[in-house]
């Protein structure tokens, strides 16, 4: 089955800094999502970007299909930032996970 | 709108227990699904439903059981608790709208299998 690849595994910022999160998945696709989940456990969907460019905020995200690979980015990050980022690929009627990047946002 | 519940939030049970995880929504959504969540991984997609009476396995199915008598509700049942079940459940319902899915997750439900 398809499988999907997160890097770095782990990333330590301080406050104010910039980040890239990348996600590699192993076949085409015709949609991709990406989650936050806060300390909490929640998880959040911040964006479904099948391919180009979004931005939300200090969040924006790229999908280079034809290339397999999409890049989140976050700027001036926060404390608040802080958690796990997931990307997540749809296979038929399911999502398949990533391990994730744990993102640690000091002050 | 309360968007997707689960209850409980944390519960302990013993090896060859049973017990009944609920989830409800109230959006409307055709779509819901069960994941649990180990450390260090991903989520895994264990059981969905497309419609009130129509479920289907995911990737880890094994020892679970799901029913989907109405749109607002998806119980997920753990017959007989083994320690390997020890996790977060996930249950998230979820709608298409313009050729994009759009995803929404319930605070999860900790489970401790002694």
């Known amino acids: 089955g398809i499988q999907v690849e997160q890097s770095p595994p782990d990333l330590i910022l301080q406050e104010g800094a910039n980040s890239t999160l990348r996600c590699n998945f192993s076949d085409s696709v015709n949609n991709l999502q990406w989650f936050h989940q806060n300390p909490w456990g929640q998880l959040i969907n911040l964006f479904y970007?099948?391919?180009g460019t979004k931005q939300n905020g200090r969040l924006s995200a790229t999908t280079v299909a034809t290339e397999r690979y999409s890049l989140l980015y976050i700027s001036s990050s926060q404390t608040t930032d802080s958690g796990v980022y997931f990307c997540?690929?749809?296979?038929?009627?399911?999502?398949?996970f990533g391990k994730g990047t744990t993102l640690s946002v000091s002050s | 709108n309360a968007g997707v519940t689960q209850t409980p939030k944390f519960q302990v049970l013993k090896t060859g227990q049973s017990m009944t995880l609920q989830c409800a929504q109230d959006m409307n959504h055709e779509y819901m699904s069960w994941y649990r969540q180990d450390p260090g991984m991903g989520l895994r997609l264990i059981h969905y439903s497309v419609g009130a009476g129509i479920t289907d396995q995911g990737e880890v199915p094994n020892g679970y059981n799901v029913s989907r008598s109405t749109t607002e509700d998806f119980p997920l049942r753990l017959l007989s608790a083994a320690p390997s079940q020890t996790s977060v459940y996930f249950c998230?319902?979820?709608?298409?709208?313009?050729?994009?899915?759009?995803?929404?997750f319930g605070p999860g439900t900790r489970l401790l299998v002694l």
């Open positions: 998230a319902s979820s709608y298409w709208d313009t050729g994009r899915e759009t995803q929404y």
């Open positions: 997540a690929i749809h296979s038929g009627t399911a999502l398949i």
């Open positions: 970007i099948p391919s």
